[in-house]
Structures are given as structure tokens and as C-alpha cells.
């Protein structure tokens, strides 16, 4: 107990950090200053003692509680779109695709001259067209 008691945390004692059981968010846009991440207990002093509870409250209340209200309506957004128990017949990487599209692509010579159409005067023989076309060809992910 004497032992844990001088325990510190980068030669702080936990007690000198002015730590209480209330977490304030870091921006102002979350619409509120201060909540007790302990019921009725937010000015409760965090000690070495209690320490361990006090990052499991932090941590339930910056990735669950916290943020519960705007996942409930992601998915409720998402589920309109896209019913969320459909979801299971596609791998993480094919969401990923479906959702964002393929980040890495990949285009041959002949792809971008089929179905690129030049405007503007220049034509497929344009040596500015042809230069844009190799600078197209040469891009990578």
C-alpha cells in the first residue's frame, strides 16, 4: 500500500495532477463544458488509488457513451441507404470499395485513350494531349 502510494506519473503523484472525475471535451462544438464520467461524483478527486477507475470512465465515456447518440444516427443514415444486414455478404475490403471506390487505379495507354475524349481543339494526336496522357499513365497510388 506505502509502495503504490509513491507511485508518479512522470515524477507527478497522481493526487498533484488536479485530475477529478469529469471529462471536458476539447472544443467547444460538443455543446457542453464538463460531464461527470461518475454519477454525482464529478468533483471526486482522482487519487493513485482510484486512478484505474478513472481511465475506464474516460475511456467508456470518449468511445461509447460519449459518442453513442451520433453513431445510433450514422447507422440509422447508413441503414437507409444501404440496410446494414445486407452488409455480411461483402468483406471489409469490398465496403471499402463499394464506398469509396478504388483508391489505387491503375490505367493503361490504351484505357485512357478509348475513353478519354479531348475538347477544346486539342484531338487525340495533340502533342498536349499525348503529353497529358503519359503524365496520366506514369501516376501511381
Known sequence: QDQMSQLTMDGCPVEDLGLTFQYSPSSA??????VDIKPGCGEEAVTIHNLEEYIDRSLDWVFV??????????RQGFNTVFPLDKLGA???????????????????????????????GYSKES???????????????
Not at 457513451?65 to 450514422?74: F, K, N, T, Y
Not at 464506398?99 to 478509348?114: A, H
Not at 502533342?127 to 497510388?141: A, C, I, K, S, W
Open 65 to 74: 457513451r460519449g459518442v453513442r447518440q451520433q453513431l445510433d444516427a450514422l
Open 127 to 141: 502533342p498536349g494531349f499525348l503529353r497529358f496522357v503519359n503524365v496520366l499513365v506514369e501516376m501511381t497510388g
Open 29 to 34: 462544438v460538443y455543446g457542453y463544458q464538463t
Open 90 to 120: 461483402f468483406t471489409p475490403n469490398e465496403v471499402r470499395t463499394m464506398l469509396c471506390g478504388d483508391q489505387d487505379p491503375v490505367f493503361t495507354r490504351e484505357e485512357i485513350m478509348k475513353y478519354t475524349e479531348p475538347k477544346l
